[in-house]
């Protein structure tokens, strides 16, 4: 038996880097479909193997495994899928797994080109906070902003305790200051088409020379220039994981009265709240709302919150 770690997926094929560094095409049997996908009677994702997965491998040619056991995973990072037309899929929206067993999860952003989404942001930190993993800002493009556009980002996501970054890879900038970040951990690296993932990535190791996006491509809607996530390992136990830009991005089962938990700053008041089951929305005696009113929680991140809690209430919980 071999061991390894998923860390590609083309259709049907999973590609295993094994503890020797070499890739492996393997296949996945049947069985595990039926054994990993039903709970309760209802399909709740199709990506029983996913980035990141630690698996064993039996050879079955030379270039060729079949996957004998996935490990459970640590963690993982996911979404609700989005919707597939036509697919056939009844009830609730399916949850698309992004990547397993991460140490850090850096959300990439560009101040412009596509334009800073502060809502997009806490979005990502929702699913972070929710998922037990490490969450940490990468602001990029810095060179296309004044100053004034991202400290003002970068300051309020500081204060919350997050760990922002800023960088130009363009005019490598600060881009030591992500290496350090990251060292001898697995990070993913996730957030809108455009913003510069894969451009990062080409600036922690050259020698990967990822597929980067030709400028004129994201003046529109943003094209996708990487198609499918890929963890790379690098030196000293360092692994990165580019991914495709996400265009929707919705927490897959959160419960409403969870909600605000995932925003960290809303943690002192909410036990003030007047009843158990506040959702800090139009209820009497909310203390979030208060702490709102005297500044002490900003209106972007209660904006935020609101906007998110009309996505959860339409959620149907596996
Ligand atoms: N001005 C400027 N342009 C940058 C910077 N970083 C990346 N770009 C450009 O932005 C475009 C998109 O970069 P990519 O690295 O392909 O973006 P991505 O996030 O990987 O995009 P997807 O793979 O589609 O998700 C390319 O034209 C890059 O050259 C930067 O710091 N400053
Ligand atoms: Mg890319
Ligand atoms: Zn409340």
């Not at 296309?144 to 991202?150: S, T």
């Not at 809108?192 to 050259?206: C, D, L, R, T």
């Not at 990487?226 to 580019?242: P, Y």
């Not at 972007?300 to 149907?316: A, C, G, K, P, W």
Request: proline share 3%; with cysteine.
């Amino acid at each position: 038996m071999i061991k390894g770690k998923a860390v590609r997926i083309e259709s049907k094929d999973i590609y295993v880097l094994t503890e020797k560094n070499k890739e492996l095409r393997c296949s996945l049997p049947g069985k595990f479909k039926k054994k990993y996908n039903l709970k309760k009677d209802k399909l709740r994702t199709l990506d029983i193997v996913a980035v990141g997965d630690y698996v064993e491998v039996e050879l079955a040619a030379a270039d060729h495994g079949i996957i004998k056991k996935i490990e459970e995973r640590r963690n993982y990072i996911s979404r609700k899928a989005p919707r597939i037309k036509g697919s056939g899929i009844r009830g609730g929206r399916l949850e698309q797994i992004i990547a397993a067993n991460l140490d850090l999860f850096i959300h990439v952003a560009s101040i412009n080109e596509p334009e800073f989404n502060n809502r997009f942001v806490d979005r990502m930190i929702v699913i972070a906070e929710s998922s037990n993993v490490e969450f940490a800002l990468l602001i990029n493009k810095i060179d296309l902003a004044e100053p004034v556009e991202y400290q003002k980002w970068e300051k309020l996501y500081n204060k919350l305790g997050y760990k922002v970054i800023l960088t130009s890879a363009e005019e490598k900038m600060n881009i030591d200051a992500v290496k350090d970040l990251i060292a001898g951990k697995t990070t993913l690296l996730w957030g809108q088409s455009g913003v510069g993932k894969s451009s990062i990535a080409n600036e922690i190791e050259p020698r990967i020379n990822l597929k980067v996006g030709e400028i004129s491509d994201f003046s529109g809607k943003g094209k996708h220039t990487t198609v499918t996530s890929r963890l790379i390992r690098l030196e000293n136990n360092t692994e990165i994981i580019d991914t495709p830009g996400v265009r929707e991005l919705e927490p897959f089962g959160i419960k409403k009265e969870d909600l605000g938990h995932y925003f960290v700053e809303f943690g002192d008041f909410i036990p003030e709240c007047k009843f158990n089951s506040c959702t800090h929305f139009h209820e009497p005696g909310c203390a979030v709302r208060s702490a709102v009113e005297s500044g002490e929680i900003t209106a972007e991140r209660y904006e935020s919150y609101l906007n998110l809690l009309q996505t959860v209430e339409e959620d149907i919980i596996f």
